[in-house]
Every structure is written in structure tokens, then in C-alpha cells.
């Protein structure tokens, strides 16, 4: 029979103090360019916070204002809702829900404040992967980090897929393979388009441009969006790797 004491196994997180991990801090201070990639890396890495509640099942879900043409949901409240889980997560807009996740005691403790959750929910340390497995396997395949912060960054499902299996992430904007699929997809020729193009956006998200010919009226532009937006949604390819995106219609007026 074997003593208690070799049945337990050491806290994976004894001594942690709450600060931000140093591959974390580091990402934070990448460009706009290269930050989102950065801390998608770090994720697969490290400890992050999640916000649980102790005893009975609640989360808070913090509801958001959408604008259609972005994908940054704007904060306006925090209201107490059963669910199962009892993890704080944040409403993306158009149904979706993210997990959010914290870098650091600090920002954790911030949030929780603003929303007034402290005495309901604690933070708890766990490994970026297992959120990752989290949102991939209960939820709507997001995470948002450290929301209502200047760090804030939503991580969309094909990142989440990459952080819980330690898989290298291809940014859409470095995989052109989405722009090939999605001009395959398109019923015939489309008036006016010349070309698209996937630029990393604000807080994780990506900017697809619609390059239109000089000329090209309105009722082009708005079919060329249209038409976009279905195979963005349809696609499976397109669907899997480009989740989060703004698009932009650029074109020289008529």
C-alpha cells in the first residue's frame, strides 16, 4: 500500500506569483505587423488566468455593441448568467462567445473589478493549451486575451487548433492559399473585382481588401461583399483559416 504522500503530484504552478510570463511580455512588444503571430506562439507556451466561479455554476458574459464592419466588438456592460461552465466569457457579436483569458494577476484583477465579479469569481492558473482545448471542444473556438486592455487580442479557432496541439500557426494574411480558394469559389465573374488581398488587422483580427476597378458603382461593390462574405462563411477552407476579419472595399469612386 502506497503512502498518501507518493500519490500526490507537485502543483504545476507552486510559486507562481501571477506576473506575466516573459515570452508573453515580449510578444506584447511586437509591432502590429508581427504582434498577433507572436503571442499566438507564447500562448502554446505558458500560463495564462481564467476567472472561475468557487461553488455554483455562473459565469459573466460581457455584452458587446457589434459593428458588422469590424471584428472588435465594443464592451458596454457585464451581466451574471447560469452556465455550466462558470467561466467568464466575452461575446464577440453575432452569436459567438470567447473565453477570456489573462496574462497576469494584474490584468485579471482589473477586469474584474471593472465588472464588479471579484467576490464571485477567482482566478485560476492553467496552461494556454488547455483554454485552447476549451474553446475548441465546449465553445465557439475563441479566446480573447486580457479584454479591455491596450494588449487585448482575440484568438480565433484555426490559432485556438494550433495552441492545443503545439502545431506551428499560419496567420492567414502569410497563407495565400485563402485568397486562392476564395477566388475559386466565386460564381462566375464578379463586375468590377481585381483583386483581394489579407493584411493582419487590430487585435488579432485580419483586414481582407476588396480591390474594385476605378469605376465600379455601388451596387458592384455591394455585390462583391456580398458574394465575399458568403464563401468566407461557406467555404470549408476558407471557413477553417479566416474566422476573424474586417473586409474593406477599396476602389477610386465612380
Known amino acids: 500500500m502506497p503512502h498518501g504522500e507518493s500519490l500526490l503530484t507537485p502543483h504545476p504552478f507552486a510559486g507562481d506569483d501571477g506576473s506575466i510570463a516573459p515570452d508573453l511580455e515580449r510578444a506584447f512588444r511586437e ?28 459565469s459573466f458574459d460581457v455584452e458587446e455593441s457589434y459593428d458588422e464592419r469590424s471584428a472588435a466588438p465594443q464592451k458596454t456592460s457585464a451581466h451574471p448568467l447560469d452556465n455550466p461552465d462558470g467561466l ?56 480573447v ?19 492545443a496541439t503545439g502545431d506551428e500557426w499560419c496567420a492567414p494574411w502569410s497563407d495565400p492559399a485563402i485568397v486562392q480558394h476564395i477566388m475559386g469559389a466565386l460564381p462566375g465573374k464578379v463586375p468590377g ?33 456580398h458574394v465575399i462574405s458568403e464563401i468566407i462563411c461557406t467555404e470549408s477552407y476558407v471557413k477553417a483559416r479566416l474566422d476573424l476579419v474586417e473586409l474593406r472595399p477599396f476602389w477610386a469612386g465612380v
Not at 486575451?145 to 495552441?163: E, F, K, N, V, Y
Not at 488581398?197 to 465600379?216: K, Q, R, V, W
Open 31 to 58: 509591432n502590429r505587423l508581427l504582434k498577433t503571430e507572436a503571442v499566438v506562439a507564447a500562448l502554446g507556451e505558458v500560463r495564462v488566468l481564467i476567472g472561475a466561479a468557487p461553488h455554483r455554476a455562473l
Open 193 to 225: 473585382l481585381e483583386r483581394l488581398s489579407i493584411d493582419p488587422g487590430e487585435d488579432g483580427s485580419a483586414f481582407l481588401t476588396i480591390y474594385l476597378i476605378a469605376g465600379s458603382s455601388r451596387e458592384q461593390v455591394d455585390y462583391a461583399v
Open 145 to 163: 486575451l486580457d479584454p479591455d486592455t491596450p494588449h487585448q487580442q482575440w484568438i480565433g479557432r484555426s490559432a485556438c487548433m494550433a495552441i
Open 88 to 143: 467568464i466569457r466575452v461575446n464577440f457579436g453575432q452569436g459567438r462567445h470567447a473565453y477570456a483569458i489573462f496574462s497576469s494577476a494584474q490584468a485579471y484583477g482589473s477586469f474584474a473589478q471593472k465588472y464588479d465579479i471579484a467576490s464571485a469569481m477567482r482566478p485560476v492558473p492553467i496552461k494556454a493549451r488547455d483554454t485552447a482545448a476549451l474553446a475548441l471542444a465546449r465553445g465557439d473556438g475563441l479566446l
